[in-house]
């Protein structure tokens, strides 16, 4: 019997290659996306072994090579069938797509590398006959995979390994340190609109949503986004000022699987950091800091949550950290004025509380917040908000500034009058706001290549009359810079050869003209 263990990412390529389909939900059915993993059907598992091998995670094992941490995932799995008896398993009958009759000769551009990136790019190649170019702002590939997620979940990255494969196709074309806009150097909407006859955005969501609290730009306010941009090394961000003196506490405002990640990141004992591709940056301020107490702030009660089951229970593997939570409005709560205990790490999670103000003078000293009927002050240094997140904007497209997206009827991108812009998509975050993990991002982008394909098959794309050649040629017009596949493949090698000196999987460059030396550009 095999079993799916916490880093699964719900990718669902398990669920294809099952040959007697007992590995739910499925994307077809409830639960999909909702789900924090899949699970496996212990009566129906014939053992055969497919879905370890499709896992782009190392999620799935044998129950009887899971270690001490993991077993509780065979009673895990097994429940999920006791709770919901209506799903049944049998053999699979083959559903063959059909394959539409698609103009000759059309070029894709494709910005954005993160799973909606990926996914999207799969099904393009997998479907069509199309030329791909691959865009993104950074040297390095990846999205939200390298910069979102926490440095001592491994696992979860390895989904970048089957992109990797895509970026080597004959009909891919990288090209990285690009940015779409208007500014100087920037390559802008228009201009991709021109030279391609589609244009895919998988953009993500990497904008934070604000309190609207007093003392909100004090120093030592931040957001998450910034903070794990920070130590996931995405380029030129800085560090929160987190006194060594300080009161020991950080709080941080939500209660979603971004917030525990940070949470967990905080409190973590250096040394289990330092064997992960944390930012070196990070890890030399995490390894002088003083915070021991994490309090995550949840306006209503624990039932109601945002995290995921299987990111609550990483919390319980982290050596010598309490977990502490606060259900009952009512009841008496902890001297939070003072600073955290130095003796004890934990981390509290205080519920039916919302923060009314941020206390200090020149940086944060204390957050006003309102727990049930009763209003109490928390001594803290870090306040981190992780209530939300929404698109950030790109000149010369049309943007819904409420909900944080690109305005869109089923990932084709409408323009300000409501009429369909031919040939330009949005996709994941881009497309529906910030809402699901990386399997619901997959079964996004795969819907909306098949609407282009659609589109393209009906004629109502409009095609580019530019020369393949021309758009190298503007590139390079814009910026001298541009990374492709090999210089990717460099910037990773060096990171690895950095890693492997220190005994760890790899040590992130933090700044752009170091990528782009890597990349080789320093020889030209």
Same mark, same amino acid.
């Given at each position: 019997?095999?079993?799916?263990?916490?880093?699964?990412?719900?990718?669902?390529?398990?669920?294809?290659?099952?040959?007697?389909?007992?590995?739910?939900?499925?994307?077809?059915?409830?639960?999909?996306?909702?789900?924090?993993?899949?699970?496996?059907?212990?009566?129906?598992?014939?053992?055969?072994?497919?879905?370890?091998?499709?896992?782009?995670?190392?999620?799935?094992?044998?129950?009887?090579?899971?270690?001490?941490?993991?077993?509780?995932?065979?009673?895990?799995?097994?429940?999920y069938y006791k709770r919901n008896a209506d799903i049944t398993s049998g053999w699979n009958q083959i559903e063959y797509p059909e394959i539409p009759k698609l103009p000759a000769?059309?070029?894709?551009?494709?910005?954005?590398?993160?799973?909606?990136?990926?996914?999207?790019?799969?099904?393009?190649?997998?479907?069509?006959?199309?030329?791909?170019?691959?865009?993104?702002?950074?040297?390095?590939?990846?999205?939200?995979?390298?910069?979102?997620?926490?440095?001592?979940?491994?696992? !979860?990255?390895?989904?970048?390994?089957?992109?990797?494969?895509?970026?080597?196709?004959?009909?891919?074309?990288?090209?990285?340190?690009?940015?779409?806009?208007?500014?100087?150097?920037?390559?802008?909407?228009?201009?991709?609109?021109?030279?391609?006859?589609?244009?895919?955005?998988?953009?993500?969501?990497?904008?934070?949503?604000?309190?609207?609290?007093?003392?909100?730009?004090?120093?030592?306010?931040?957001?998450?986004?910034?903070?794990?941009?920070?130590?996931?090394?995405?380029?030129?961000?800085?560090?929160?000022? /987190?006194?060594?003196?300080? !009161?020991?506490?950080?709080?941080?405002?939500?209660?979603?699987?971004?917030?525990?990640?940070?949470?967990?990141?905080?409190?973590?004992?250096?040394?289990?950091?330092?064997?992960?591709?944390?930012?070196?940056?990070?890890?030399? /301020?995490?390894e002088q800091q003083n915070i021991h107490e994490v309090v995550l702030l949840g306006r209503r009660d624990q039932a109601s949550a945002a995290y995921t089951a299987a990111e609550?229970?990483?919390?319980?593997?982290?050596?010598?950290?309490? /977990?502490?939570?606060?259900?009952?409005?009512?009841?008496?709560?902890?001297?939070?004025?003072?600073?955290?205990?130095?003796?004890?790490?934990?981390?509290?999670?205080?519920?039916?509380?919302?923060?009314?103000?941020?206390i200090g003078d020149e940086r944060v000293e204390g957050v006003r917040v309102r727990t049930g009927e009763a209003s109490h002050t928390l001594a803290t240094d870090l306040l981190?908000?992780?209530?939300?997140?929404?698109?950030?904007?790109?000149?010369?497209?049309?943007?819904?500034?409420?909900?944080?997206?690109?305005?869109?009827?089923?990932?084709?991108?409408?323009?300000?009058?409501?009429?369909? /812009?031919?040939?330009?998509?949005?996709?994941?975050?881009?497309?529906?706001?910030?809402?699901?993990?990386?399997?619901?991002?997959?079964?996004?982008?795969?819907?909306?290549?098949?609407?282009?394909?659609?589109?393209?098959?009906?004629?109502?794309?409009?095609?580019?009359?530019?020369?393949?050649?021309?758009?190298?040629?503007?590139?390079?017009?814009?910026?001298?810079?541009?990374?492709?596949?090999?210089?990717?493949?460099?910037?990773?090698?060096?990171?690895?050869?950095?890693?492997?000196?220190?005994?760890?999987?790899?040590?992130?460059?933090?700044?752009?003209?170091?990528?782009?030396?890597?990349?080789?550009?320093?020889?030209?």
């Amino acid at each position: 019997m095999f079993v799916i263990t916490q880093s699964c990412c719900s990718d669902a390529a398990c669920v294809s290659v099952c040959p007697v389909n007992c590995i739910h939900p499925t994307p077809e059915e409830r639960g999909f996306g909702s789900s924090d993993i899949l699970h496996i059907d212990p009566e129906a598992c014939i053992d055969c072994g497919a879905c370890a091998d499709a896992c782009p995670v190392d999620a799935i094992y044998p129950a009887d090579k899971l270690g001490t941490r993991d077993k509780v995932f065979i009673d895990i799995n097994a429940d999920y069938y006791k709770r919901n008896a209506d799903i049944t398993s049998g053999w699979n009958q083959i559903e063959y797509p059909e394959i539409p009759k698609l103009p000759a000769g059309l070029r894709v551009a494709l910005v954005g590398t993160g799973p909606s990136g990926g996914y999207a790019l799969r099904t393009i190649l997998d479907r069509t006959d199309a030329q791909v170019t691959v865009i993104d702002k950074l040297p390095t590939p990846g999205g939200l995979v390298r910069a979102g997620v926490a440095p001592d979940h491994p696992g !979860t990255k390895g989904v970048l390994r089957g992109f990797d494969l895509l970026y080597r196709d004959p009909r891919v074309t990288m090209a990285t340190n690009v940015e779409i806009g208007s500014a100087p150097g920037q390559v802008t909407s228009a201009e991709l609109a021109e030279h391609f006859d589609a244009v895919f955005y998988a953009v993500g969501a990497s904008e934070s949503r604000r309190l609207g609290i007093p003392g909100e730009e004090l120093p030592g306010s931040t957001s998450a986004t910034d903070l794990v941009a920070w130590y996931n090394a995405v380029p030129d961000k800085e560090a929160p000022p /987190i006194p060594a003196d300080g !009161t020991g506490r950080a709080v941080i405002v939500g209660t979603g699987n971004v917030a525990l990640d940070v949470a967990r990141i905080l409190v973590s004992p250096p040394e289990t950091l330092a064997t992960t591709d944390i930012a070196d940056r990070a890890l030399r /301020i995490l390894e002088q800091q003083n915070i021991h107490e994490v309090v995550l702030l949840g306006r209503r009660d624990q039932a109601s949550a945002a995290y995921t089951a299987a990111e609550y229970r990483a919390l319980a593997t982290i050596p010598g950290v309490e /977990i502490v939570v606060h259900d009952d409005p009512g009841a008496e709560l902890p001297d939070f004025g003072r600073p955290a205990d130095p003796e004890n790490r934990r981390i509290v999670f205080l519920f039916h509380s919302a923060p009314e103000e941020i206390i200090g003078d020149e940086r944060v000293e204390g957050v006003r917040v309102r727990t049930g009927e009763a209003s109490h002050t928390l001594a803290t240094d870090l306040l981190v908000r992780s209530i939300g997140y929404r698109s950030t904007p790109i000149d010369g497209l049309p943007f819904d500034d409420e909900r944080g997206v690109f305005p869109n009827v089923d990932g084709r991108m409408l323009d300000d009058a409501g009429d369909v /812009i031919p040939g330009v998509y949005a996709l994941g975050w881009a497309k529906r706001g910030p809402s699901g993990g990386i399997g619901t991002n997959k079964i996004c982008a795969e819907a909306t290549v098949e609407d282009f394909i659609d589109d393209a098959a009906q004629g109502r794309l409009v095609r580019t009359t530019r020369e393949v050649k021309e758009f190298p040629a503007l590139l390079r017009s814009r910026t001298r810079q541009v990374i492709g596949y090999r210089g990717m493949r460099a910037i990773d090698r060096a990171e690895r050869r950095r890693g492997s000196e220190q005994g760890r999987p790899r040590v992130k460059f933090t700044r752009v003209p170091d990528m782009v030396g890597a990349a080789g550009w320093r020889k030209r």
